[in-house]
Nanobody, 127 residues
Framework: QLQLVESGGGLVQPGGSLRLSCAASRVSSDYVNIAWFRQAPGKEREGVSC????????DYTDSVKGRFTISRDNAKNTVYLQMNSLKPEDTAVYSCAGLITSVQDMCRMHEYFFPYWGQGTQVTVSS
């Protein structure tokens, strides 16, 4: 069982920055792949970024490359998504999801693989 809680969403002007946090309950064994997803009104949920259990492997969807950075602090069981140069099209509900795996460097970004989800946090980019 894995519990996830997001925080850090809000309203920001275009070009601004936000940092989202995903706090996970402790997993005593195996590895935890964490990914961020977002869903805008009227659109399908899409994978934004993922990070492996060690933090050594990351991936991003093309539309956020160079603007978003995912990282993790395993001492705090927390994954962060630093979002810079935000655009109105980044407006969405952002959710983190977790996958417990035996593969240390796994970094998946398709919702099909993730059984554990947080409640989501709203990010609105508007002037």
């Amino acid at each position: 069982q894995l519990q996830l809680v997001e925080s850090g969403g809000g309203l920001v002007q275009p070009g601004g920055s936000l940092r989202l946090s995903c706090a996970a309950s402790r997993v005593s064994s195996d590895y935890v792949n964490i990914a961020w997803f977002r869903q805008a009104p009227g659109k399908e949920r899409e994978g934004v970024s993922c990070i492996s259990s060690s933090g050594g492997r990351t991936d991003y969807t093309d539309s956020v490359k160079g603007r978003f950075t995912i990282s993790r602090d395993n001492a705090k069981n927390t994954v962060y998504l630093q979002m810079n140069s935000l655009k109105p099209e980044d407006t969405a509900v952002y959710s983190c999801a977790g996958l417990i795996t035996s593969v240390q460097d796994m970094c998946r970004m398709h919702e099909y693989f993730f059984p554990y989800w947080g409640q989501g946090t709203q990010v609105t980019v508007s002037s």
